[in-house]
Each structure stands twice: as C-alpha cells, then as structure tokens.
T-cell receptor, first 115, second 108 residues
Framework: DTGVSQDPRHKITKRGQNVTFRCDPI?????LYWYRQTLGQGPEFLTY????????KSRLLSDRFSAERPKGSFSTLEIQRTEQGDSAMYLC?????????????FGPGTRLTVL | DAKTTQPTSMDCAEGRAANLPCNHS???????VYWYRQIHSQGPQYIIH???NNETNEMASLIITEDRKSSTLILPHATLRDTAVYYC?????????FGKGTSLLVTP
C-alpha cells in the first residue's frame, strides 16, 4: 500500500500524559498537513509543512501541540499534558507541490482517547 | 475561504443519481470549489474540483452555476458504497475548511 500511513491507529492515554503520533506521507509528496476531527464535525486544519519547513502553525490549538518534519519525509504530532478535550481523530494528509489543485491524500487517522 | 452551506442529510436509492447541492454565495474569484467525501472511520477522499466550468471525472460530475454562488455534485449511479459524508469546500490555499458536510445515505 503506497498511501498515507499513520501510527498508531488508536491511542488511549490518561489526562496529563504526553502523546506522539507519526505520519508517513506518500513517497515524494513534499507537502504534509495535520488535521483534527471531533465527533460530528468535519476535519479542522492544524498545521502544514513544505518539505521540512513548517509554513503554517498558527492554527495549532494551543502551545501544548507541536509538529515536526525533520527530514522532509515523515512527520510527528505531539500533544503535551493531554486533556480530555484533546480526544479526537488526528488526520494526516499529503500532496505533491506540483499539483495546481489542492488534492490532498488523507491517511486513516489516529484516534486519541484521553481518560 | 468562503463559507459553504450544505443540507445536513440526504437519501438516494441505489442506482439513481445523487445530486448534492452546495451554496457558496461569498466565494471569491480565485477560490476553487472542492468536493471530498468521508466514509465512516476512514480519512477524507478527494472527489473533484472546479473553478468556473463544469467538470467530470470517473467518480462524479461537478456543476457550478454561472455566478459561481452554488454548485451541485452529481454521482450518476449511486451505490451502497457511496454512503458517506460529502464536504463542499471553497478554497484558494493549502488549508481545507471542511464544515459539517452532507450525510448521504444510499438505500437498496
């Protein structure tokens, strides 16, 4: 399967713990995006990378959220000191920059449950 | 991005055409209309996009009104596997603003 992959698919954690999610984009896609989706809502944009550069991070939900893409390939999203309100699906997407349109390819998501 | 308005839910009989409307009356000239869908427990899937002209691909057709204030996604022969939430997005940048979408139920 050469699509976007995310790991883990499910994560259960206790309030106050730190969690980290990984996203592997489609090979040679140099744009990578993170979204969050809560129950009954559409995905909400969080942040965006072009290669290793994080070009948009103002929509990260708080300073507890951070993302990296150190070598321009896979990316990680970390949530520190998790809260129950962080429970959601975290989606990663990628796209090739040469596309004139904004077709983003999404992974299956990581479902986070904070107890 | 311009705000889009979609019906909360729609039903369609299997084999019939599904016509999903979207209102984007404040769309600006450089914003494209995108449609994505999300099948339960999966990530969103791109369907089609357009700027001014009607578009067709192997999945669907997109009809955009001449004033660009609304559009319709057409699934010509809906199948049970087309049951999903369909999102209409007016977008000119990298961040997709999904909204709540239309929940389409295709029935046998």
């Amino acid at each position: 399967d050469t699509g976007v992959s995310q790991d883990p698919r499910h994560k259960i954690t206790k309030r106050g713990q730190n969690v980290t999610f990984r996203c592997d984009p489609i090979s040679e896609h140099n744009r990578l995006y993170w979204y969050r989706q809560t129950l009954g809502q559409g995905p909400e944009f969080l942040t965006y990378f072009q290669n290793e550069a994080q070009l948009e991070k103002s929509r990260l939900l708080s300073d507890r959220f951070s993302a990296e893409r150190p070598k321009g390939s896979f990316s990680t999203l970390e949530i520190q000191r998790t809260e129950q309100g962080d429970s959601a699906m975290y989606l990663c997407a990628s796209s090739p920059s040469f596309h004139a349109n904004n077709e983003q390819f999404f992974g299956p998501g990581t479902r986070l449950t904070v107890l | 991005d311009a705000k889009t308005t979609q019906p909360t839910s729609m039903d369609c009989a299997e084999g019939r055409a599904a016509n999903l409307p979207c209102n984007h009356s404040t769309i600006s000239g450089n914003e494209y209309v995108y449609w994505y869908r999300q099948i339960h427990s999966q990530g969103p899937q791109y369907i089609i996009h357009g700027l001014k002209n009607n578009e067709t691909n192997e999945m669907a057709s997109l009809i955009i009104t001449e004033d660009r204030k609304s559009s319709t996604l057409i699934l010509p022969h809906a199948t049970l596997r087309d049951t999903a939430v369909y999102y209409c997005i007016a977008n000119s940048g990298y961040a997709l603003n999904f909204g709540k979408g239309t929940s389409l139920l295709v029935t046998p």
